[in-house]
């Protein structure tokens, strides 16, 4: 059985990739770790600016990995526990994530830094180009 959706509309042609995208979006985590996502003030009239920052205190630089791969951003944290510690009670855990998000055509990533516990990645939205052509109507001719 087909599934029916918005983009599915016959008017909509070649938008398959787009529904794929949204399915890959809304397969979610466990919500750890929280974050942002804001819009940063344009400046020269350059591209729209966003900022993704994650909370990943007592994360160290070595143990997040930022990976993108057709259009999608993957953050990734490992914390192994050390042996040589003996806790009395345990209540920070050390623990792995992966938080995904998938970005349109156009979007480059441009910097990520971590400060304070707080990786904040630099996103550019690129403005594309108004492509606009006139589609000349031909004649075929009777045979």
Known sequence: ?????????????????IERLIDRASKG???YPPYNIERIAQQDGAGERLRITLAVAGFARDQLEIVLE???LTVR????DDPDRQYLHRGIAARQF???????DGIEV?????????????LMR?????LVRKIDIGEKMKT
């Open 1 to 17: 059985m087909n599934r029916m959706s918005l983009l599915s509309n016959p008017l909509l042609l070649g938008f398959d990739e």
């Open 29 to 31: 985590g466990d919500g």
């Open 70 to 72: 057709d259009n999608q």
């Open 77 to 80: 944290g490992k914390q192994a």
């Open 98 to 104: 992966q938080r995904t998000f998938v970005l349109a």
């Open 110 to 122: 441009r910097s990520a830094d971590l400060t304070n516990g707080l990786l904040e990645i630099d």
């Open 126 to 130: 690129h403005e594309p180009e108004r």
